[in-house]
């Protein structure tokens, strides 16, 4: 089956440290995405990538940079960890249509201590 | 600026009951997409329904139904006959036109709380 498979699942992380958000999906998709959710914001764009070894910024993309080594991984990268970046994160892939509908992974809850 | 705004935090209805999610959105765009997704309590997050601009019928799938009115730019979710496990946060969401790809950019959610 078709999926979007995120890890870790959970992390804690060190003010500072360096944080790699991993996504692999097998949904042969061209277009995946890294999301943040906080509460009472909803989903953010952070990075999005349309085709392997190409990255895109998104709406916030600020402290965080983004790797798509090929079709199916897609990794985001906090090089610098801090307090404001605990949320939960959402990797998604697409087809190419405008009206194509996202598949989610199930979330990373990071917590920055 | 494209937007998408619901402005209901939560909602509380009777199982078995109609309930509707209201949604805005503000686009320059001749043509659009609309999705609305349910965030369950585990996290998880799917896609329930589309609505394609340049149609003038409502989606409808299973119990979910959209009620589109364009003049107002508005992009209701109708969920008849309610079930506790429809108890989630619902997203509606706007695709939008970037430089390299369409992206979709999310409303803050409506909470739906559905009580036996």
């Known amino acids: 089956e078709a999926a979007v498979t995120q890890s870790p699942r959970s992390k804690v992380a060190v003010t500072g440290g360096k944080v790699t958000l991993s996504c692999h999906q097998t949904?042969?998709?061209?277009?995946m995405y890294w999301y943040r959710q906080d509460t009472g914001h909803g989903l953010r764009l952070i990075h999005y990538?349309?085709?392997?070894?190409?990255?895109e910024k998104g709406d916030i993309p600020d402290g965080y940079k983004a790797s798509r080594p090929s079709q199916e991984n897609f990794s985001l990268i906090l090089e610098l960890a801090s307090l404001s970046q605990t949320a939960v994160y959402f990797c998604a892939s697409s087809g190419t249509a405008p009206n194509s509908d996202y598949t989610f992974g199930s979330g990373t809850r990071l917590l920055v201590i | 600026a494209q937007k998408v705004t619901q402005t209901q935090t939560s909602i509380s209805v009777v199982e078995k009951t109609t309930v509707t999610m209201d949604c805005v959105y503000e686009?320059?765009?001749?043509?659009?997409?609309l999705f609305w997704y349910k965030q369950t309590a585990s996290g998880e997050i799917v896609f329930l329904i589309r609505?394609?601009?340049?149609?003038?019928e409502n989606a409808t799938v299973g119990h979910y139904s959209l009620n589109f009115q364009k003049p107002k730019s508005s992009i209701g979710l109708i969920i008849t006959a309610t079930q506790i496990e429809d108890s989630a946060v619902y997203f509606c969401a706007m695709s939008r036109e970037d430089t390299n790809a369409y992206k979709v950019i999310f409303g803050k959610g409506t909470h739906l709380h559905v009580l036996p």
């Open positions: 949904n042969n998709h061209d277009y």
């Open positions: 686009t320059r765009d001749s043509s659009y997409f």
């Open positions: 609505q394609d601009s340049y149609k003038k």
């Open positions: 990538s349309y085709v392997a070894d190409s990255t």
